[in-house]
């Protein structure tokens, strides 16, 4: 386990290049505050000497306040945690791992919905997409549609319901993330009151930082071609 200064270092780096990203550059600690406070109810509004703490890596904030940078920001869990310091940042190259930001964004750009699942079953991170579509589908924007949830657990709740698309679901992803499966994919109808709708949700795992990882990728295919599509079942898990 990281020890808490390179936790901090981590937190600081994303925050400052996530700040970068939105306004062109770092904001004072003075500036910084103001808009941070302009968003919070009082008993979160942070001082000057907090913003220039967080800044610098010297503290870490509340679970309320990290949840406001994360929705102001757009700051997920996972910039935090491949965030590289500027001191230890190389230049891109061809070949080479790409800035975490730039990761987001070409998720962002791809038309299925996809989130990143940790090896508890929950949401780490999602592309924007899903959260479009879970707007659409009456999503809680304070769960920053889908961040924090747990997927299993959800899937788990539509199984005693007897879906047999989430005991699918659920039995996969846990084979992803216990190494005995690979990839795997199930299809599965969503329709809503006003349009008929056909998905194909793939999973495949990864590993970083000596932990493991699921992406779950839903898209939308035609009803032609849903219905020539057939896929093994994971095991029962």
Not at 176 to 195: D, G, N
């Amino acid at each position: 386990m990281e020890n808490r200064e390179a936790i901090l270092v981590r937190f600081a780096t994303a925050l400052n290049q996530a700040l970068h990203e939105k306004f062109g550059e770092v904001p004072s600690t003075s500036r910084f505050a103001k808009m941070f406070n302009a968003l919070t109810s009082p008993e979160d509004h942070i001082t000057r000497e907090t913003a220039r703490k967080w800044l610098k890596g010297l503290a870490y904030p509340e679970v309320s306040r990290l949840h406001v940078l994360t929705q102001w920001l757009a700051l997920s869990p996972t910039d935090i945690l491949a965030a590289t310091p500027p001191e230890k940042a190389t230049p891109a190259k061809k070949g080479v791992a790409m800035p975490v930001r730039f990761a987001q964004q070409a998720l962002d750009a791809l038309s299925a919905h996809i989130a990143v699942i940790d090896a508890d079953g929950v949401i780490c991170q999602v592309n924007q997409p899903w959260s479009d579509f879970a707007k659409r589908n009456g999503a809680s924007p304070s769960l920053q549609f889908g961040v924090g949830v747990n997927y299993l657990k959800a899937c788990d709740r539509s199984r005693a319901k007897r879906d047999s698309t989430a005991k699918a679901m659920a039995a996969g992803i846990r084979a992803i993330l216990q190494r005995s499966l690979q990839e795997f994919a199930v299809k599965y109808s969503c329709h809503s009151p006003t349009e008929r709708r056909w998905f194909v949700a793939r999973t495949t795992g990864f590993e970083h930082a000596r932990k493991r990882y699921a992406v779950v990728s839903h898209e939308s295919v035609s009803e032609e071609n849903w219905h020539n599509l057939d896929f093994p079942q994971p095991p029962a898990l």
